[in-house]
């Protein structure tokens, strides 16, 4: 504890290295931000930190790769990214269990009940890994659906508003939905699935691994 008392000093000592870093404002990732804002985290390291805010994975890769972040958070359904090289993981954060599938009151309880209807999912994210998963347990595809590609901005209310059958989507969100639609069913969830680990990571733009080492090492 002591060495990294002393480490974090002479960082904070030393000139500041830029970041810039990506982020979702979820259960995940949102607590350490507020942690690391609250305690200066940033500055005790040496990092003059740029914090910009996503609402999910893929968008992050994409600015990543377009050179506006250095590092970023990824959930388990955009874990595919770094698997096909586009980005690097630089660790772990956790087993991400925030992961549902939620139909409208007065809707059937199963998957199989959202054959034909329209189904709100933002593609390549941790909603699309769940809805994907939930329909292969009921013997079905994407093909069995009508899959409606949506932003979680707009995926929420476009649920609240009934105007879609169901929603694949991760906590916060979800949180939001089922305050407004306290009857909304959850057909499938994380949980559902106990020899799968949904993990999530950080993860870092692959030209920021070599030019920025060391503001991904602090």
Do not use: C
Not at 18 to 45: Q, S, T
Not at 82 to 109: C, E, M, S
Not at 165 to 194: E, M, N, Y
Request: charged share 20%; glycine share 12%; hydrophobic share 50%.
């Amino acid at each position: 504890v002591a060495a990294i008392g002393h480490t974090g000093l002479a960082l904070a000592q030393q000139k500041p290295v830029k970041i810039n870093f990506g982020y979702i404002a979820d259960a995940a990732v949102g607590p350490l931000i507020a942690i690391a804002n609250k305690r200066k985290l940033w500055e005790k390291y040496g990092l003059e930190a740029n914090l910009v805010s996503f609402t999910n994975g893929p968008s992050q890769v994409v600015a990543m790769e377009a050179g506006s972040l250095d590092a970023g958070f990824l959930g388990a359904g955009a874990m595919w990214l770094p698997a096909v090289g586009r980005v690097k993981v630089l660790g772990i954060n956790l087993l991400d269990f925030g992961n549902v599938v939620l139909g409208q009151p007065g809707g059937g309880t199963t998957m199989a009940s959202l054959k034909g209807k329209e189904v709100g999912v933002s593609e390549g994210t941790s909603g699309e890994m769940i809805l994907r998963q939930a329909l292969a347990k009921e013997g079905m595809t994407m093909a069995d659906i009508q899959k409606i590609n949506l932003d979680p901005a707009t995926l929420v209310p476009a649920f609240i508003a009934a105007r879609i059958a169901a929603a694949a989507i991760w906590f916060p969100p979800a949180g939001t939905i089922l305050q407004r639609v306290p009857d909304a069913k959850t057909l499938a969830s994380d949980r559902d699935f106990p020899t799968q680990a949904p993990v999530s990571a950080f993860v870092a733009r692959l030209e920021s691994v070599k030019d920025n080492r060391e503001g991904l090492v602090r």
